[in-house]
């Protein structure tokens, strides 16, 4: 990207007569020069969720929808902001998202509905409480009760599932009863999560992608053993 779109004073005027279109070269360039950070970025499609941001020490992974490649400088510099400091609110880009989305609309899949509160189980409090207690506020996906399909095949791979491309947990509303254990779900809604967290995808019906190192998370569930144990045992 010319330099000069990321606002020197002097090339203000231009700005505005210029179309003003980043690549993703050019973002990844301009985060790491103002967070001072390693930026991994990957523009999406995503109609979801239109940013994320997953830290890892001075490793930053950012995903954004690619209407930023359009984005003006004060709405990049807020999400500079943002990556260095999660806290920081970030009205700009809420409201660019706002008024662009309609544009980016009718190219995108129909934004999906999320339903979190079932009848037993709320999952979004789920996935808050495991985000906060295992992964730091990290994770920064939706999640929502699966659409039961006809046919549904109750196996062990679709009790969740996640999908990098809406970065969304989908997880079956089988477990939304009051004979699942709590620590059961939890596991469940912990171990997609950590798909979301690792960016590897797992679809219905292919090998499933659960490395080494995948497993060794996986164990640091706090109530593996018991969630495993039930599993073995579980009715449906
Ligand atoms: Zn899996």
Redesign the pocket.
């Known amino acids: 990207m010319d330099r000069r779109a990321f606002g020197d004073e002097e090339s203000e005027v231009e700005q505005l007569v210029l179309p003003l279109r980043h690549s993703g070269d050019d973002l990844t360039d301009y985060f790491k020069r103002a967070t001072g950070k390693i930026i991994s970025l990957t523009v999406t499609d995503n109609s979801v969720s239109m940013v994320s941001v997953r830290r890892k020490g001075n490793l930053v992974s950012l995903r954004l929808h690619r209407m930023f490649l359009e984005a003006g400088i004060d709405i990049l510099n807020e999400i500079a902001e943002f990556i260095k400091s999660p806290k920081k609110r970030t009205p700009l880009l809420r409201k660019f998202v706002r008024q662009n989305s309609n544009r980016f609309l009718k190219t995108m899949p129909r934004k999906a509905r999320l339903r979190t509160q079932g009848n037993h189980y709320d999952l979004q409090t789920i996935y808050d409480s495991i985000n906060r207690d295992y992964f730091g506020g990290g994770v920064s996906c939706s999640i929502t009760w699966a659409v039961r399909s006809p046919g549904y095949a109750v196996k062990k791979?679709t009790l969740g599932s996640y999908s990098s491309q809406t970065n969304t947990i989908r997880i079956t509303p089988l477990l939304d009863k009051r004979t699942i254990p709590r620590c059961f779900i939890e596991f469940v809604v912990y171990?997609?999560m950590l798909?979301a967290d690792m960016d590897t995808q797992?679809r219905k019906g292919r090998r499933?992608?659960?490395s080494q190192e995948f497993r060794r998370r996986e164990k640091l569930f706090k109530q593996y053993e018991k969630a495993i144990t039930w599993e073995r045992g579980r009715r449906f």
Do not use: A, P, T
Request: zero cysteines; proline letters at 0%; glycine letters at 0%.
């Open positions: 791979r171990h997609e798909h797992e499933l992608v659960h």
